[in-house]
């Protein structure tokens, strides 16, 4: 999962530059990035859904402030009360995704940004049930820029090693899903789709660690690079201003 995990945290090494004032994280997960952005605050602010992950963050992290809550709306946070929000890879599983960046505005201060990421459909190798949808960066921009003044798309790419790993997953991932002749990954409900799709993914991710371990461990969140190619991004990088 190396890889996955690198990719994931290049996101809140983006957002040091951008990071500063009280700070809101949306879909904080099992805190991936907290150790690395919370003295760079004022204050720290994580919103999850899954109590339990919560629970175990508040004993290792005893100066930041920890909400549960099934989202949208964001009904324990004040509006105007944050200078930034960052939320990765979250939008995806947002059934109400307008709502979700209204919610954004609401508790952004006046001058505050937003950074999300979420993955590029356009570079997705297959469905994933586990999310409501996936959007290109044209799409997303377009719902940014009905709620917010001030829009700027980016994405997250890779460099020559993470390319290698990818195509290395598209031609392993093609092998498993030649089989699926009728379709039934687009077809079928998402809920039947969850438990097979999670066994092949983690049969395929081991199966990649034992074909190049180098390559797969290797990988480093500083081979992921921002880029203005938002089309050609693994992920999308949103920002957005209130």
């Known amino acids: 999962d190396n890889p996955i995990h690198q990719r994931l945290l290049k996101a809140y090494y983006l957002a040091e530059d951008f990071v500063k004032g009280d700070l809101l994280e949306i879909g904080c997960g099992e805190g991936r990035g907290i150790a690395l952005l919370k003295d760079k605050s004022s204050s720290y602010t994580a919103i999850d859904k899954i109590e339990s992950v919560l629970e175990a963050l508040k004993k290792k992290y005893n100066d930041v402030t920890f909400i549960q809550d099934n989202i ?21 599983h947002i059934k109400k995704d ?14 505050g940004k937003a950074l999300l990421t979420t993955p590029n459909i356009k570079m997705t190798l297959t469905r994933n049930p586990w999310h409501i949808r996936e959007y290109t ?8 820029k009905e709620i917010f003044p001030k829009v700027e798309m980016k994405g997250v790419g ?5 390319m290698e790993y990818y195509e290395m997953n598209k031609k392993s991932v093609r092998k498993i899903t030649r089989f699926d002749i009728f379709n039934l990954q687009y ?12 066994l092949l993914n ?31 991004a693994l992920d999308l990088f949103l920002i957005v201003e209130k």
């Open 72 to 92: 949208p709306p964001f009904s324990k946070v004040e509006s105007n009360s944050y200078d930034v929000i960052i939320s990765f890879q979250v939008i995806e």
């Open 98 to 111: 307008r709502q979700f960046l209204e919610e954004i505005h609401r508790v952004l201060k006046p001058g």
């Open 137 to 144: 960066a044209d799409q997303l921009e377009k719902l940014a």
């Open 158 to 162: 890779g460099n020559e090693k993470v």
């Open 187 to 198: 077809r079928l409900p998402a809920s039947l789709l969850r438990i097979p799709y999670d």
């Open 202 to 232: 983690r049969m395929n991710r081991n199966k990649l660690k034992d074909s190049n371990d180098s390559l797969v461990n290797e990988i480093h969140h500083s081979d992921y690079i921002l880029t203005d190619d938002a089309d050609k």
